[in-house]
């Protein structure tokens, strides 16, 4: 909800136990076009080849009422395919957040929605960032 703040992706560790961790990397601000070379994109696209996974965090309840979510989710998942076919390839996790802020019945349904109309078939996590 707040493009071209970010300037550089926010790292960090997440450690599982004593023997295991590893490095989340927050990469905001792709928007449409980043592929071309709008905003930060193409930076940005880059530190995604590195990763082993990618969680695409989508807020169901958003700021403004006229933005369709599964739009900006497919608008974002055709960047990563016009950038680079293996980055679209990649493992990745539907998160959808912002969950807390609706209730029980309509957070159902709007689940239900996102998958059917982003025709998503992997993992779905919901969640709330607050909590």
């Known amino acids: 909800d707040?493009?071209?703040?970010?300037?550089?992706?926010?790292?960090?560790?997440?450690?599982v136990s004593h023997e295991k961790s590893f490095v989340i990397a927050d990469i905001p601000g792709l928007i449409e076009g980043a592929a071309d070379g709008a905003g930060l994109g193409i930076q940005f696209l880059k530190h995604l080849q590195r990763t082993g996974i990618l969680l695409h965090i989508v807020d169901l309840a958003p700021f403004d009422e006229n933005v369709d979510p599964v739009k900006e989710a497919k608008a974002l998942i055709k960047e990563l395919r016009k950038y680079d076919e293996s980055l679209y390839e990649k493992p990745r996790w539907l998160v959808l957040n912002k969950l807390d802020v609706l209730s029980e019945d309509e957070r159902k349904k709007k689940v239900k929605d996102f998958i059917k109309r982003f025709a998503w078939k992997g993992p779905v996590f919901e969640i709330s960032a607050l909590s």
Do not use: A, D, K
């Not at 707040?2 to 450690?15: A, D, I, Q, S, W």
């Open 2 to 15: 707040y493009p071209f703040t970010t300037l550089h992706p926010n790292l960090g560790m997440v450690r």
